[in-house]
């Protein structure tokens, strides 16, 4: 089973699926103001990162669907809420696909559609180099904040990321986020869902939100988050904690 760490002893049951820079351990300041006693948090590890860095698969969204799924019954949850950042978005939806009457609510954080995103050749290429490069690692880490964050912030991102993923599943990742599309499947599902994007993420807009995750959910929120970009549990991370709060609390 894949790692994880567990917040909270509250009634209410949120499985957190990371991205494509996180671990489970990863999540920044944004745990420090989560509610333990209404809430429990599962912080889950994909295969080949932090604590289940060495475990191999075949790195796709159906694969961490299974692996949360496998979680939240060894937990005993049988339903339960998510809340997944940039790739975990779209692992989320993955999720709800899976199990739809297992999901309470989701909260997409700086999300990848169901969709993917599209690349053109520059930008793949791009991206792509990641797996084997530091300093397009921290480019990237900048541009998706909005080129306005403190170097030591940068590096710190960076060395954690080389440390606690596996370059293959890395790469393997890429293509599972970029390149699925499951649109079709979770079309018109009327869970709860509440979007957040980074005022500052110069790619997962509220304008691409608009065109894929509010015209797929009748039941859909989205809001942007001033002063953040792709990262807000760390740019953001009190102001995040009581939106996201608000809303699973929410009747």
């Known amino acids: 089973m894949n790692s994880f760490e567990l917040i909270g002893r509250g009634p209410h049951k949120v499985m957190l699926l990371h991205g494509w820079f996180g671990t489970a351990r990863g999540w920044g300041p944004f745990v420090d103001s989560l509610d ?3 809430y429990s948090w599962c912080c889950m590890d994909y295969r080949g990162y932090g604590a289940s860095k060495s475990r191999s698969g ?3 969204m159906a694969e961490i669907s299974a692996d949360a799924l496998e979680l939240a019954d060894a937990l005993g949850w049988d339903k339960f809420s998510l809340l997944g950042h940039s790739m975990g978005g779209m692992a989320i939806q993955r999720v709800l696909a899976d199990a739809p009457a297992r999901v309470r609510k989701l909260v ?6 169901a969709s993917g995103v599209p690349f053109d050749e520059a930008g793949w290429a791009f991206f792509s180099a ?27 991102m960076l060395r954690s990321s080389l440390e606690t993923s596996n370059p293959e599943a890395f790469a393997g990742y890429l293509t599972a986020w970029a390149k699925t599309d499951f649109a079709e499947e979770i079309q018109g599902n009327t869970v709860p869902i509440l979007i ?5 993420d110069p790619a997962l807009t509220a304008d691409f939100m608009q065109q894929t995750y509010m015209q797929w959910y009748p039941n859909a929120q989205l809001e942007v988050m001033p002063n953040s970009g792709h990262y807000p549990m760390f740019e953001t991370p009190v102001a995040l904690a009581t939106r996201v709060q608000a809303f699973l609390g929410a009747d």
Do not use: E, F
């Open 36 to 38: 333990q006693d209404a």
């Open 58 to 60: 075949d790195y796709s």
């Open 108 to 113: 997409a954080l700086t999300p990848v559609p």
């Open 130 to 156: 990641a797996a084997g490069s530091a300093d397009t690692r921290r480019a990237i880490l900048d541009l998706t904040t909005g080129n306005r964050l403190t170097k030591v912030w940068l590096d710190g």
């Open 196 to 200: 957040i994007c980074g005022a500052t």
